[in-house]
């Protein structure tokens, strides 16, 4: 059953390895030790949700803009220079930080060409509220790119923030289904961007018009629906 939570309601969210995504804020304590059992309240309205460890919690609203939070993946375009980094359009109410040693094997001779309009696959490394959120382009555990870095040709398309966590989602039907049809390759950003890349135009144009359908705020079309709907197109 869904638990729905309203701003100010504290949630039940413990863990030792506790990580609160967006909607959620762990109030301080003096001590260290009262801040690991420091209580979780929602900052905004929605539907709660859990890993399955319950190590990750989160709040899924219906939110229009995009409120940056920690290890969560978004797409971005480049808006220009910041002293040796860049700073990235992301959706959300301030721009990000990109240093151009966040890179893998990036070093002060060895840094990415980037240019302002550049599309970025990128990873917020560090977000709060009284900060511009900032960005890195590789894995923080492996510290391997694993995907991360500029997005050449393709085609961007916006969807809401419930659908970019959905194909998120290793069980939603949408993307395999697609995969089964085309050669693709996408890259989905948590800030409701979507990239993807197929050899011909008119796949890309229908893998795009399927994720709009798709897409809550569009439609809320069902996997029947989709497949129907992919019979009748000439490709």
Known sequence: MESIV????QVPAQHVNLKLGPG???LSS??????????VIATRSGVLNHSVNKSKWWVEGNSRRYVPAPQESVIGVITGRSGEGWRVDIGSAHPASLDGLAFEGATKRNKPSLKVGSLL???VSLAHK???????CFDAQTHKADGFGELKDGFVLQCSLQMSRL??????FLLPLLGSRFALEAAVGMNGKVWVSSK???????IARCIEAVDPDGGGMDETHVKKFLSKLDI
């Open 24 to 26: 959620l804020l762990q």
């Open 6 to 9: 309203l701003p100010g309601e």
């Open 167 to 172: 194909l998120l989602d290793p069980k939603h």
């Open 30 to 39: 003096e001590t260290q030790q009262q801040a690991k059992s420091a209580p």
């Open 200 to 206: 011909e135009t008119k796949h890309t144009i229908a």
């Open 130 to 136: 009284d900060m511009e959120p900032e960005l890195e």
């Open 121 to 123: 696959y990128a990873r």
